[in-house]
């Protein structure tokens, strides 16, 4: 069982990327997935969360409006397409899998309750490192 991140780089503020994180060993639209980023010294972040049920789609406030996350069953693969990207979304960014979608949310939308344990996520990718600089 495995989540392989890839798709970051270098880019300069304003520019895009188009994070992949690919599953092995189990069929992806049957867990939640949820991008996370850490930033050096920082905690890490949830970003945002793509349901299995229904495929509804959830973002930090950090990411609304710039971010898109979208998942092709086929592929067996959830995308995180990341425009106008500032500086300050310079981090790892990691995928993860849950089968319960609330222990994702509190780490993503403030008023879902408190942030659950990240322990109880039962898949994390590898990162894939993005920096954003001119």
């Known amino acids: 069982v495995q989540l392989q991140?890839?798709?970051g780089g270098l880019?300069?503020?304003g520019g895009s990327l188009?994070?992949?994180c690919k599953a092995s060993g189990f069929t992806?639209?049957?867990y939640a997935i949820a991008w996370f980023r850490q930033a050096p010294g920082k905690e890490r972040e949830g970003i945002s969360c793509i349901a299995s049920s229904d495929g509804a789609k959830y973002y930090a406030k950090s990411a609304k409006g710039r971010f898109t996350i979208s998942r092709d069953s086929a592929k067996n693969t959830v995308y995180l397409q990341m425009?106008?990207?500032k500086p300050e979304d310079t981090a790892?960014?990691?995928c993860a899998a849950?089968?319960?979608?609330y222990y994702l949310l509190t780490h993503i939308l403030p008023d879902v309750g408190k942030k659950s344990d990240l322990g109880d996520v039962d898949y994390w990718g590898r990162g894939t490192q993005?920096?954003?600089s001119s």
């Open 98 to 101: 849950g089968k319960i979608i």
């Open 5 to 7: 991140a890839s798709g």
């Open 28 to 30: 992806i639209s049957y």
């Open 92 to 94: 790892v960014y990691y």
């Open 130 to 132: 993005v920096t954003v």
């Open 18 to 20: 188009r994070l992949s």
């Open 83 to 85: 425009n106008d990207l």
């Open 11 to 13: 880019v300069q503020p």
